[in-house]
């Protein structure tokens, strides 16, 4: 049996998986700042000029019974993402023209192929 780690770090791979296959680069993965918490996913959306920087909540479920994954994701927590982004551009020196938060949820119901959502520009 997965321990709830396990099913979130291979909800990560999933969904690095799923931005590489968008094109996206990704730039960090698990970047972690004090007492903020950590980033999931850092990645840039390649677009005209230098691209959107993207900083991706990743939520992974075995099942349904606590909600889809993207459910999981509060005004708290996207209130949090928001400082982790700011710190996250304060220490690197990337540059890019639009910034903005993501999240993809990973579903990986037993006996079925891994589901992926991705919700882009998420405000609550």
């Not at 680069?25 to 999931?40: A, H, K, V």
């Not at 992974?60 to 982004?85: D, N």
Request: hydrophobic share 45%; charged share 25%; proline share 4%.
């Amino acid at each position: 049996m997965d321990t709830r780690i396990d099913i979130g770090r291979r909800g990560e791979d999933i969904a690095a998986e799923h931005l590489s296959a968008l094109g996206w680069r990704i730039l960090d993965r698990n970047w972690r700042s004090g007492r903020l918490g950590e980033l999931d996913i850092v990645a840039l959306e390649p677009a005209p000029g230098r691209g959107t920087l993207v900083f991706c909540e990743v939520k992974t479920r075995s099942g349904l019974g606590y909600g889809a994954p993207l459910e999981a994701v509060t005004r708290a927590k996207l209130s949090r993402l928001r400082r982790l982004a700011l710190a996250w551009l304060a220490a690197h020196d990337q540059h890019c023209d639009n910034v903005r938060i993501d999240v993809v949820g990973v579903l990986l119901a037993p006996g079925a192929a891994p589901a992926v959502s991705h919700e882009r520009g998420v405000t609550l």
